[in-house]
């Protein structure tokens, strides 16, 4: 099965800071890759789908680059509503894998 | 509205059974590919396994093939997912998700998820 490896598994940044989360998969996957955002006791919201479509209703702070096998996901001005946990997926072909989650904190 | 309902968690005893249900509404259930997702306290998200919108068509974690089984009723709108030989590595918050196409895609819509506990 293709693995999702995310980097790094969290980050503390300023508010106005450009983050940017990276995730590997082991084999290619076009760009059948996905951006979650889970804030504290809520549900994950997609953020981004097909590597870099943002998903309507994400504020345009988000983007999302890449393709194959390494992706990135961008916050180019970090607001203290971002604090989550970033989850990349594959949906390529099943299993639909998670990446393990990147924690962003505020500094 | 486009929304996903689970039910059916609660606390089962190893090796026991329990079967979860997500009734959708606002969208056409049977063109798209709906999937189970867990998430253990306080780890990350899992996915466990996806129904194509015809319902032929599944695929499951290595983790639970063999012991859970999901189907759907696209009559009633409800995906389902029944859990047997339950282990106490199952506990975990599920959710019910819906794809972006109607065998793969990214997930668009979760539901607010129902925990399953497993402990004697």
């Known amino acids: 099965d293709v693995q999702m490896t995310q980097s790094p598994s969290s980050l503390s940044a300023s508010v106005g800071d450009r983050v940017t989360i990276t995730c590997r998969a082991s084999q290619g996957i076009s760009n059948y890759l996905a951006w979650y955002q889970q804030k504290p006791g809520k549900v994950p919201k997609l953020l981004i789908f097909a590597a870099s479509t943002l998903q309507s209703g994400v504020p345009s702070r988000f983007s999302g680059s890449g393709s194959g096998t390494d992706f990135t996901l961008t916050i180019s001005s970090l607001q203290p509503e971002d604090v989550a946990t970033y989850y990349c997926q594959k949906y390529n072909s099943a299993p639909w894998m998670f990446g393990q989650g990147t924690k962003v904190e505020i500094k | 509205e486009v929304q996903l309902m689970e039910s059916g968690g609660g606390l089962a005893q190893p090796g026991g059974s329990l079967r979860l249900s997500c009734a959708a509404s606002?969208?056409?259930?049977?063109?798209?590919?709906m999937n189970w997702v867990r998430q253990a306290p306080g780890k990350g998200l899992e996915w466990v396994s996806v129904s194509s919108g015809d319902g032929t068509v599944t695929y499951y974690a290595d983790s639970v093939r063999g012991r859970l089984t999901i189907s759907r009723d696209n009559s009633k709108n409800t995906l389902y997912l029944q859990m047997n030989s339950l282990r106490a590595e199952d506990t975990a918050v599920y959710f019910c998700?819906?794809?972006?196409?109607?065998?793969?895609?990214?997930?668009?819509?979760w539901g607010q998820g129902t925990m399953v506990t497993v402990s004697s």
């Open positions: 606002g969208f056409t259930f049977n063109s798209y590919a």
């Open positions: 998700a819906k794809a972006g196409g109607s065998y793969r895609g990214a997930f668009d819509i």
